[in-house]
Protein backbone atom coordinates (compact mmCIF):
# COMPACT_ATOMS: atom_id res chain seq x y z
CA UNK A 1 0.00 0.00 0.00
CA UNK A 2 1.33 3.65 -0.60
CA UNK A 3 -0.50 6.85 0.60
CA UNK A 4 -0.41 9.89 -1.02
CA UNK A 5 1.83 11.49 1.88
CA UNK A 6 5.47 10.14 -0.21
CA UNK A 7 4.97 7.16 1.96
CA UNK A 8 6.28 3.53 0.98
CA UNK A 9 5.16 0.22 1.88
CA UNK A 10 7.93 -1.97 3.54
CA UNK A 11 7.89 -5.55 5.03
CA UNK A 12 9.68 -5.10 7.77
CA UNK A 13 12.76 -6.91 8.11
CA UNK A 14 15.81 -5.13 10.26
CA UNK A 15 15.83 -1.98 7.78
CA UNK A 16 12.43 -2.31 6.78
CA UNK A 17 13.21 -2.82 2.71
CA UNK A 18 11.55 -4.61 0.00
CA UNK A 19 13.77 -7.65 0.15
CA UNK A 20 12.76 -9.18 -3.63
CA UNK A 21 9.66 -9.42 -5.79
CA UNK A 22 8.94 -13.36 -6.04
CA UNK A 23 9.56 -16.21 -4.61
CA UNK A 24 12.52 -18.11 -4.13
CA UNK A 25 12.27 -21.88 -5.14
CA UNK A 26 11.74 -24.36 -2.28
CA UNK A 27 11.09 -27.89 -1.49
CA UNK A 28 6.92 -28.35 -2.25
CA UNK A 29 6.01 -31.23 0.54
CA UNK A 30 2.30 -31.72 1.21
CA UNK A 31 -0.25 -29.90 -1.28
CA UNK A 32 -0.79 -26.05 -0.41
CA UNK A 33 2.36 -25.80 1.23
CA UNK A 34 6.33 -24.95 0.55
CA UNK A 35 8.62 -26.36 2.60
CA UNK A 36 12.17 -26.35 2.85
CA UNK A 37 14.50 -28.56 5.06
CA UNK A 38 17.84 -27.21 6.64
CA UNK A 39 20.41 -29.97 6.48
CA UNK A 40 21.53 -31.09 10.05
CA UNK A 41 24.95 -29.50 9.78
CA UNK A 42 23.86 -26.32 8.49
CA UNK A 43 21.85 -25.97 11.79
CA UNK A 44 24.50 -26.73 14.04
CA UNK A 45 26.74 -23.91 11.92
CA UNK A 46 23.75 -21.38 12.38
CA UNK A 47 24.06 -21.90 16.24
CA UNK A 48 27.87 -21.19 16.03
CA UNK A 49 27.41 -18.20 13.77
CA UNK A 50 25.21 -16.11 15.84
CA UNK A 51 28.02 -15.24 18.46
CA UNK A 52 27.12 -12.22 20.73
CA UNK A 53 29.27 -10.16 18.96
CA UNK A 54 27.49 -10.90 15.49
CA UNK A 55 24.11 -10.30 17.12
CA UNK A 56 25.45 -7.14 18.83
CA UNK A 57 26.19 -5.92 15.11
CA UNK A 58 22.67 -5.89 14.09
CA UNK A 59 21.78 -2.94 16.13
CA UNK A 60 24.90 -0.72 15.79
CA UNK A 61 23.97 0.49 12.30
CA UNK A 62 23.91 4.25 12.39
CA UNK A 63 21.18 4.17 9.60
CA UNK A 64 18.42 2.23 12.04
CA UNK A 65 15.33 3.87 11.90
CA UNK A 66 14.17 6.96 14.07
CA UNK A 67 12.91 6.22 18.02
CA UNK A 68 9.13 4.63 18.29
CA UNK A 69 6.81 7.44 19.83
CA UNK A 70 3.99 5.45 20.14
CA UNK A 71 5.15 2.10 20.95
CA UNK A 72 7.02 1.46 24.18
CA UNK A 73 9.65 -0.98 25.25
CA UNK A 74 8.14 -3.95 26.90
CA UNK A 75 8.58 -3.88 31.21
CA UNK A 76 8.71 -7.36 33.01
CA UNK A 77 9.34 -10.64 31.97
CA UNK A 78 8.70 -11.64 28.55
CA UNK A 79 5.39 -12.98 26.92
CA UNK A 80 5.51 -16.52 26.85
CA UNK A 81 6.84 -18.38 23.44
CA UNK A 82 7.84 -14.65 21.79
CA UNK A 83 11.30 -14.36 20.77
CA UNK A 84 13.67 -13.14 18.20
CA UNK A 85 14.25 -15.21 14.72
CA UNK A 86 17.75 -14.42 13.21
CA UNK A 87 18.71 -15.25 9.98
CA UNK A 88 21.21 -14.23 6.72
CA UNK A 89 20.09 -13.78 3.29
CA UNK A 90 22.83 -14.05 0.72
CA UNK A 91 22.87 -11.63 -0.57
CA UNK A 92 21.70 -8.97 1.66
CA UNK A 93 23.33 -9.77 4.96
CA UNK A 94 22.26 -10.36 8.36
CA UNK A 95 18.69 -9.67 9.65
CA UNK A 96 16.38 -10.25 12.49
CA UNK A 97 12.18 -10.96 12.95
CA UNK A 98 9.95 -11.77 15.21
CA UNK A 99 8.41 -15.04 16.10
CA UNK A 100 6.04 -16.84 18.31
CA UNK A 101 5.71 -20.73 19.46
CA UNK A 102 2.00 -21.85 19.09
CA UNK A 103 0.85 -25.36 20.24
CA UNK A 104 1.45 -27.91 17.48
CA UNK A 105 1.84 -32.06 17.79
CA UNK A 106 5.80 -31.45 17.57
CA UNK A 107 5.87 -28.67 20.22
CA UNK A 108 8.49 -27.46 17.90
CA UNK A 109 6.47 -25.00 15.70
CA UNK A 110 6.57 -20.99 16.11
CA UNK A 111 4.83 -18.01 13.75
CA UNK A 112 6.10 -15.05 11.95
CA UNK A 113 6.04 -13.93 8.42
CA UNK A 114 6.32 -15.27 4.69
CA UNK A 115 8.93 -12.69 4.03
CA UNK A 116 10.87 -13.58 7.18
CA UNK A 117 12.21 -16.84 5.65
CA UNK A 118 11.39 -16.27 1.77
CA UNK A 119 14.25 -14.38 0.40
CA UNK A 120 11.98 -14.00 -2.92
CA UNK A 121 14.89 -13.37 -6.23
CA UNK A 122 17.17 -10.72 -6.68
CA UNK A 123 17.75 -7.89 -9.33
CA UNK A 124 19.19 -10.36 -11.73
CA UNK A 125 16.19 -13.06 -10.83
CA UNK A 126 18.67 -15.39 -8.92
CA UNK A 127 16.98 -16.60 -5.66
CA UNK A 128 18.19 -15.19 -2.47
CA UNK A 129 19.35 -17.60 -0.22
CA UNK A 130 18.02 -18.08 3.18
CA UNK A 131 21.14 -19.36 6.33
CA UNK A 132 21.77 -19.63 9.81
CA UNK A 133 18.06 -19.56 11.03
CA UNK A 134 18.01 -19.90 14.74
CA UNK A 135 14.92 -18.69 16.97
CA UNK A 136 15.91 -17.20 20.72
CA UNK A 137 12.36 -17.29 22.62
CA UNK A 138 12.73 -14.08 25.56
CA UNK A 139 15.16 -12.68 23.97
CA UNK A 140 16.42 -10.06 25.53
CA UNK A 141 20.32 -8.08 25.52
CA UNK A 142 21.94 -10.17 23.68
CA UNK A 143 20.74 -13.50 25.37
CA UNK A 144 18.21 -16.24 25.43
CA UNK A 145 16.91 -17.59 28.84
CA UNK A 146 15.59 -20.88 27.06
CA UNK A 147 18.75 -21.21 24.67
CA UNK A 148 19.27 -20.82 20.91
CA UNK A 149 16.82 -22.85 18.67
CA UNK A 150 18.16 -24.23 15.34
CA UNK A 151 15.42 -24.16 12.67
CA UNK A 152 15.34 -27.41 10.81
CA UNK A 153 12.60 -26.18 8.20
CA UNK A 154 10.18 -23.31 7.34
CA UNK A 155 6.89 -23.14 5.21
CA UNK A 156 4.62 -21.23 3.81
CA UNK A 157 1.57 -21.41 2.28
CA UNK A 158 1.89 -21.79 -1.84
CA UNK A 159 -0.98 -19.08 -2.35
CA UNK A 160 1.90 -16.36 -0.93
CA UNK A 161 3.89 -15.07 -3.74
CA UNK A 162 6.90 -13.59 -2.09
CA UNK A 163 8.34 -10.34 -0.75
CA UNK A 164 5.86 -8.14 -2.17
CA UNK A 165 2.82 -10.03 -1.63
CA UNK A 166 0.62 -9.14 0.91
CA UNK A 167 -2.11 -12.37 0.70
CA UNK A 168 -0.93 -15.08 3.72
CA UNK A 169 2.53 -13.63 4.41
CA UNK A 170 2.50 -16.07 7.23
CA UNK A 171 5.33 -18.72 7.40
CA UNK A 172 6.21 -21.14 10.51
CA UNK A 173 9.51 -22.07 11.75
CA UNK A 174 9.95 -25.89 12.94
CA UNK A 175 13.46 -25.71 15.70
CA UNK A 176 15.07 -28.32 16.89
CA UNK A 177 14.43 -29.32 20.47
CA UNK A 178 17.67 -28.29 22.73
CA UNK A 179 19.36 -30.00 25.30
CA UNK A 180 16.03 -32.69 24.99
CA UNK A 181 13.54 -29.78 25.66
CA UNK A 182 10.84 -29.25 23.01
CA UNK A 183 10.47 -25.08 22.73
CA UNK A 184 7.05 -24.78 23.64
CA UNK A 185 7.84 -26.77 26.77
CA UNK A 186 10.74 -24.50 28.27
CA UNK A 187 9.36 -20.89 26.30
CA UNK A 188 5.37 -21.32 26.58
CA UNK A 189 2.68 -20.46 23.76
CA UNK A 190 0.65 -18.30 23.11
CA UNK A 191 -2.72 -19.49 21.60
CA UNK A 192 -3.55 -19.20 18.07
CA UNK A 193 -7.06 -18.77 16.29
CA UNK A 194 -8.98 -19.17 12.80
CA UNK A 195 -12.06 -17.90 13.97
CA UNK A 196 -13.73 -14.53 12.75
CA UNK A 197 -12.34 -11.66 14.88
CA UNK A 198 -15.23 -8.51 14.69
CA UNK A 199 -13.43 -5.18 13.27
CA UNK A 200 -12.45 -3.00 15.63
CA UNK A 201 -10.38 -5.16 18.02
CA UNK A 202 -8.60 -4.55 20.85
CA UNK A 203 -4.59 -5.65 20.16
CA UNK A 204 -1.16 -6.12 21.93
CA UNK A 205 1.13 -6.27 19.09
CA UNK A 206 4.49 -7.37 20.41
CA UNK A 207 7.99 -7.32 17.95
CA UNK A 208 11.46 -6.25 17.85
CA UNK A 209 12.28 -3.15 16.14
CA UNK A 210 15.87 -2.64 15.16
CA UNK A 211 15.59 1.32 15.56
CA UNK A 212 16.96 3.36 17.81
CA UNK A 213 14.49 2.73 20.77
CA UNK A 214 16.05 -0.34 21.73
CA UNK A 215 18.27 -1.23 18.65
CA UNK A 216 16.76 -4.88 18.76
CA UNK A 217 18.02 -5.97 21.95
CA UNK A 218 14.35 -5.65 23.61
CA UNK A 219 10.96 -6.86 23.47
CA UNK A 220 8.70 -3.66 22.00
CA UNK A 221 4.80 -3.68 22.10
CA UNK A 222 1.76 -1.40 21.43
CA UNK A 223 -1.99 -1.98 23.13
CA UNK A 224 -3.94 -0.23 20.42
CA UNK A 225 -7.11 -0.75 18.38
CA UNK A 226 -6.52 -3.03 15.03
CA UNK A 227 -9.34 -2.99 12.19
CA UNK A 228 -10.19 -5.01 9.04
CA UNK A 229 -9.26 -3.83 6.21
CA UNK A 230 -10.52 -5.32 2.70
CA UNK A 231 -9.86 -5.01 -1.33
CA UNK A 232 -10.86 -7.50 -3.91
CA UNK A 233 -7.47 -9.18 -3.49
CA UNK A 234 -6.97 -10.07 0.29
CA UNK A 235 -8.05 -8.81 3.88
CA UNK A 236 -5.65 -7.26 6.50
CA UNK A 237 -5.51 -5.83 9.96
CA UNK A 238 -4.31 -2.47 10.37
CA UNK A 239 -3.01 -0.44 13.66
CA UNK A 240 -1.45 2.74 14.43
CA UNK A 241 1.39 1.31 16.00
CA UNK A 242 4.81 2.80 14.91
CA UNK A 243 7.09 -0.13 15.11
CA UNK A 244 10.39 -0.48 12.91
CA UNK A 245 12.04 -3.08 10.84
CA UNK A 246 12.62 -6.05 12.74
CA UNK A 247 9.20 -6.19 14.25
CA UNK A 248 7.62 -8.33 11.13
CA UNK A 249 6.43 -11.08 11.96
CA UNK A 250 5.58 -10.20 15.83
CA UNK A 251 2.49 -11.68 16.74
CA UNK A 252 -1.07 -9.52 17.25
CA UNK A 253 -2.77 -10.87 20.39
CA UNK A 254 -6.30 -10.40 21.25
CA UNK A 255 -8.10 -10.88 24.65
CA UNK A 256 -4.01 -10.33 26.13
CA UNK A 257 -3.99 -10.67 30.22
CA UNK A 258 -0.88 -8.58 30.95
CA UNK A 259 -0.95 -10.89 33.99
CA UNK A 260 -0.17 -14.55 32.63
CA UNK A 261 1.74 -12.30 28.89
CA UNK A 262 -1.03 -14.86 27.24
CA UNK A 263 -3.44 -13.73 24.33
CA UNK A 264 -4.73 -15.01 21.00
CA UNK A 265 -2.45 -15.28 17.99
CA UNK A 266 -5.06 -13.85 15.16
CA UNK A 267 -2.41 -11.96 12.90
CA UNK A 268 1.56 -11.11 12.83
CA UNK A 269 3.17 -7.94 11.76
CA UNK A 270 4.00 -8.36 7.76
CA UNK A 271 4.46 -4.51 6.78
CA UNK A 272 4.06 -0.97 7.55
CA UNK A 273 4.02 2.75 6.05
CA UNK A 274 7.04 3.87 6.01
CA UNK A 275 7.38 8.23 6.03
CA UNK A 276 10.52 10.29 4.52
CA UNK A 277 12.16 10.23 7.46
CA UNK A 278 12.11 6.41 8.14
CA UNK A 279 9.27 6.19 10.83
CA UNK A 280 6.66 4.16 10.48
CA UNK A 281 2.98 5.68 10.51
CA UNK A 282 0.94 2.34 10.84
CA UNK A 283 1.51 -1.44 10.74
CA UNK A 284 -0.31 -4.66 8.63
CA UNK A 285 -1.14 -7.99 9.10
CA UNK A 286 -2.05 -10.24 6.70
CA UNK A 287 -6.12 -11.90 7.81
CA UNK A 288 -5.49 -15.48 8.41
CA UNK A 289 -7.09 -18.05 5.44
CA UNK A 290 -8.16 -21.39 4.89
CA UNK A 291 -4.39 -21.84 3.62
CA UNK A 292 -3.19 -20.29 6.97
CA UNK A 293 -4.78 -22.63 8.67
CA UNK A 294 -3.87 -25.69 6.73
CA UNK A 295 0.04 -24.46 7.25
CA UNK A 296 -0.75 -24.34 11.03
CA UNK A 297 -2.44 -27.81 11.16
CA UNK A 298 0.52 -29.41 9.36
CA UNK A 299 3.20 -27.79 10.94
CA UNK A 300 3.73 -30.28 13.47
CA UNK A 301 4.91 -32.38 10.86
CA UNK A 302 8.13 -30.13 9.85
Known amino acids: MTSTTARSAATLTILGTVLAMTTAPANAAGEGTVVT ?5 DRV ?9 RLALLGSDDRLAPAETTATVWGGA ?4 VGRLFLTF ?5 ASCTATVVPSSSKDVAFTAGHCVNGGLDRWDNPIKVSNVVFVPGYHDGEGPHGVFPVRAFAWPDTYRGPSSALDDDAVIAVDPVGGAHVADVAGTQDISFDPVASPVGTTILGYPVSRLAR ?8 LPST ?9 WQSYCDMAGGSSGGPWLRDFDP ?7 FSVTSRGT ?14 FTDAVRTLHQTAGDL
Open 45 to 53: AAVSYWTPE
Open 259 to 265: ATGRGTL
Open 228 to 236: LKTNSVYSS
Open 78 to 81: TPPG
Open 274 to 287: VNEDGTTADLNGAA
Open 216 to 223: GESLVSCA
Open 90 to 94: TPGGD
Open 37 to 41: TVPEA
